[in-house]
C-alpha cells in the first residue's frame, strides 16, 4: 500500500497538463482514486499536493480530485480526527487553497460504518467512488492517474 501511494504522489508532481474532452483548450483535472492504511502514507500523498502549490496553478489548469475509499475514511472520522489532526488540517487547507477536492465514498462509509455527519464538511461525500471516477472522466474531461 505504500508503494501505491508513493505512485500517486509522484503522479502529482509529475502529471502534465490535459487539454479538455470537450475539444477546447479549457484545462481539465485530475482524479485520483486514493486507498491508503495510514496517516504516514495519506501524508505522503498530501505532502505531494502540497508541493504542487509551486507548480500548479488552479487558474490555469482544474483541481485535482481526490477520491478516497479505503481504511483512510477512518481518519477523518470525527472521534478519530483529535488523534490524526495534522492529517485532516493539511486536508482541509489544502481543499480550502483549492489545490484538490478530496472526496469520501459513502458506500465504503457505510462499509466502515462511518455516518455521513461523521466526516468533516470539507469532504464531499459521494455515492460511490467508482462511478465518481467515470463521472469525472466523461463529464468534466479528468484524467485518472
Not at 106 to 123: A, D, V, W
Request: glycine share 4%; aromatic share 4%; with cysteine.
Amino acid at each position: 500500500m505504500i508503494r501505491r501511494g508513493l505512485a500517486i504522489a509522484c503522479c502529482l508532481l509529475l502529471a502534465p497538463a490535459v487539454v479538455s474532452a470537450k475539444g477546447d483548450d479549457t484545462p481539465s483535472g485530475y482524479v485520483f482514486s486514493v486507498t491508503v492504511e495510514s496517516a504516514e502514507q495519506l501524508n505522503v500523498v498530501l505532502n505531494r499536493a502540497e508541493d504542487l502549490r509551486e507548480l500548479f496553478d488552479p487558474e490555469q489548469h482544474s483541481r485535482i480530485a481526490v477520491v478516497l475509499h479505503g481504511n483512510e475514511l477512518r481518519l477523518f472520522q470525527k472521534g478519530q480526527a483529535s488523534l490524526n489532526q495534522s492529517v485532516v488540517d493539511r486536508a482541509r487547507m489544502l481543499d480550502q487553497d483549492n489545490i484538490i477536492d478530496i472526496k469520501a465514498c459513502q458506500t465504503m462509509m457505510r462499509t466502515l460504518q462511518i455516518e455521513q455527519e461523521e466526516l468533516p464538511s470539507f469532504i464531499e461525500q459521494v455515492p460511490f467512488a467508482p462511478a465518481e471516477v467515470r463521472r469525472l472522466q466523461s463529464e468534466q474531461g479528468f484524467t485518472s492517474l
